[in-house]
Nanobody, 127 residues
C-alpha cells in the first residue's frame, strides 16, 4: 500500500506561480510512475505531468509544456509540480497519483492506470 498526501494549493493571479507537493509513504519502493492530474468543474480528469521514478523521464500535457515542471526528491518519496505562468484555464482540483507500472510517453496520462491517489487540492487562477 502507498499513501499520498498533498500540500495545500492556493489562489494566484494570472502569470503567477505555485508549487504543489505530494508526499508518498508506505511501500514507496514499489512505485514506478507518479503523475499529476487535474479536474475542472464539468470536465474530465486530465493528465498534467508524469514521471518515471526509476529513470526520471518526464512527460507533459501539451497545454502545460514549458510552464509546468514535475520533479521528485532524491529519495523518490516526494513529488513536486512547479507551475509558472499560470492561466485562468489552469484552475482546477489537482491530484497526485502513483502506481507500480513504469510509465512511458504513452501511458503516464491514463488515470485508470493509477491505483493510489492524493486527496486533491484546489488551484485557482484569477485574471
Amino acid at each position: 500500500q502507498v499513501q499520498l498526501v498533498q500540500s495545500r494549493g492556493g489562489s494566484v493571479q494570472a502569470g503567477g506561480s505555485l508549487r504543489l507537493t505530494c508526499v508518498a509513504s508506505g511501500y514507496t519502493y514499489t512505485i514506478g510512475c507518479m503523475g499529476w492530474f487535474r479536474q475542472a468543474p464539468g470536465k474530465e480528469r486530465e493528465g498534467v505531468a508524469g514521471i518515471n521514478t526509476a529513470y526520471g523521464s518526464t512527460y507533459y500535457a501539451d497545454s502545460v509544456k514549458g510552464r509546468f515542471t514535475i520533479s521528485q526528491d532524491n529519495a523518490k518519496t516526494t513529488l513536486y509540480l512547479l507551475m509558472n505562468s499560470l492561466k485562468p484555464e489552469d484552475t482546477a482540483s489537482y491530484y497526485c497519483a502513483a502506481d507500480t507500472f513504469a510509465c512511458y510517453g504513452g501511458s503516464w496520462g491514463q488515470s485508470t492506470y493509477y491505483t493510489y491517489w492524493g486527496q486533491g487540492t484546489q488551484v485557482t487562477v484569477s485574471s
